[in-house]
Every structure is written in structure tokens, then in C-alpha cells.
């Protein structure tokens, strides 16, 4: 198994629908979550982090994690055909130190104009 | 602009031969690391380096190498002893040891002739 699981997709929206991404975890050590935005031929962008449990809010994306579930999600509001790409969630036992980062294997979404 | 420069963007190599990969940083930071990234498998970490002169092997370092003679530059070497080289390289640094904010270069695809 896995230490992050993520669907895969593709996973294909209208513009202007609400967009949920998840992944979920086994190591309960994780603290420190990731989303990255990675469009195609491209190297992955952050888009936030979120420290623990509870909710983060950029824009029109929302960033929820629930601990207790082992489980995070990525919202996407208003989704935009420039939102279409691979979405990589990540996590991290701490934020210093020798810890690496665990990927997710990416969620690929299109937003049908 | 800061940033992170991979070059060059595409590769190809024959069968047995060594390349070397170059990834090149102007954003001061300290830690700086190499991915692999294949379909359905996510980023797997190769090396990491969290000063100059030092770097460790990550989950799937055989078959590569890597140096870390200055504080910008981190290249990595596929040696013909890696089996399976064709992949999308991903070279990424962060500041310090707070590796919460990755950033990363626009990649490397390797292909094998």
C-alpha cells in the first residue's frame, strides 16, 4: 500500500463548477500537507500548505485536511479551463530537517470551456 | 528574475552512455533536490543536498550521481547503469531546510535511443 493514494483520473468539469481533488494517507506522522499544480511538460507549482488539521483559503481554491480521517481535499471554485492540469497533493512528517516529501500520483483535470 | 533553470529540456542518449542533467538556482537557497517523475508513479526523490559539499540518497538513487560544488548548482549524472533512464527530471530547492516550499524547475525529459 501506498503511503499517499490519489486518483488519478482524468477527472473532466464544466467551467464554473466546483472542482474536489482528495488524496489520502496511512502515516499518521504526516503534519504539513501540499497541493501543487503542474501543467503539461511543466515542473509543479505550489499552491498552498496547510499545517495540521482544518481549512486554508487562497482565492478561489480551499485546501481542507482532516487529520482524524487521514484524508485531504482541494477545492476549486469558479473552475476556469486555465485550471485545467495535474494536481499533486504532498506531505511531510515536519518542516525541517531531513524529512522528504511523499507525492501523490497526481490527479489529472480538465475544465471543458 | 529568481528562479530555477533546468537545462536542457529535452535529452536523448543512447543505450550505455553516461548524461548529465543541469539544474542551476538564483534564489539563494540552501537545499536543493532531484526527482523522478513517471506516469501513474507520482515524484520519487533521487538526491537531496541540504549544503553545499554534502547530499543524500533518496528512495531510488542507484544509477545516478550527483555533486554539489556550489551553492547554485546541483547536476545530475544517469549512468548506464540505471535500466530504466527515460523519465521526466525534476530538480526543485527550497530555503533552508523548510521543505513545506519547494520550488521547481521546468524539467528534463530524457529519452533513451
Known amino acids: 500500500q501506498k503511503e499517499v493514494e490519489q486518483d488519478p483520473g482524468p477527472l473532466s468539469v464544466p467551467e464554473g463548477a466546483i472542482v474536489s481533488l482528495n488524496c489520502t494517507y496511512s502515516n499518521s506522522a504526516f503534519q504539513y500537507f501540499m497541493w501543487y499544480r503542474q501543467y503539461s511538460r511543466k515542473g509543479p507549482e505550489l499552491l498552498m500548505y496547510t499545517y495540521s488539521s482544518g481549512n486554508k483559503e487562497d482565492g478561489r481554491f480551499t485546501a481542507q485536511v482532516d487529520k482524524s480521517s487521514k484524508y485531504i481535499s482541494l477545492f476549486i471554485r469558479d473552475s476556469q479551463p486555465s485550471d485545467s492540469a495535474t494536481y499533486l497533493c504532498a506531505m511531510i512528517p515536519s518542516n525541517f530537517g531531513n524529512e522528504k516529501l511523499t507525492f501523490g500520483t497526481g490527479t489529472r483535470l480538465t475544465i471543458i470551456p | 528574475d529568481g528562479g530555477i533553470t533546468q537545462s536542457p529540456k529535452y535529452l536523448f542518449r543512447k543505450e550505455g552512455q553516461n548524461v548529465t542533467l543541469s539544474c542551476e538556482q538564483n534564489?539563494?537557497?540552501?537545499?536543493m533536490y532531484w526527482y523522478r517523475q513517471d506516469p501513474g508513479q507520482g515524484l520519487r526523490l533521487i538526491y537531496y543536498?541540504?549544503?553545499?559539499?554534502?547530499?543524500q540518497k533518496g528512495d531510488i538513487a542507484e544509477g545516478y550521481s550527483v555533486s554539489r560544488e556550489k551553492k547554485e548548482s546541483f547536476p545530475l549524472t544517469v549512468t548506464s547503469a540505471q535500466k530504466n533512464p527515460t523519465a521526466f527530471y525534476l530538480c526543485?530547492?527550497?530555503?533552508?531546510?523548510?521543505?513545506?516550499?519547494?520550488?521547481f524547475g521546468q524539467g528534463t525529459r530524457l529519452t533513451v535511443v
Open positions: 543536498s541540504q549544503i553545499v559539499n554534502d547530499f
Open positions: 526543485a530547492s527550497s530555503f533552508g531546510q523548510m521543505n513545506t516550499e519547494a520550488f
Open positions: 534564489l539563494n537557497h540552501d537545499a
